[in-house]
């Protein structure tokens, strides 16, 4: 089981509020704090990328992106380049 988002960790965008066709679908970023929970899409995250379209079209390098819309990247340890190692063999 994967371990919950959280500030520092480094995600990829997986959808948005246009779905798949969002501008910031698999960008990576990284997420700096919750902004809170919404209605619809629930817990919304701040996070920080390069060239990231804003929920009013603007291009910065802060966004916010719900729980949903994100894919955690899990970090590399010393474990996982082994097991990188193994599969690319």
Known sequence: MQEPIKSG???EVISGSFGEKSPNVGKRVTVINMVGEHSEFGRIWRCAGNQLATEFGAIGNESQFA????????PVT???KEKQKELIQ
């Open 9 to 11: 960790d480094v995600c």
């Open 78 to 80: 010393p474990k996982n």
């Open 67 to 74: 729980h949903a819309w994100l894919k955690k990247i899990p």
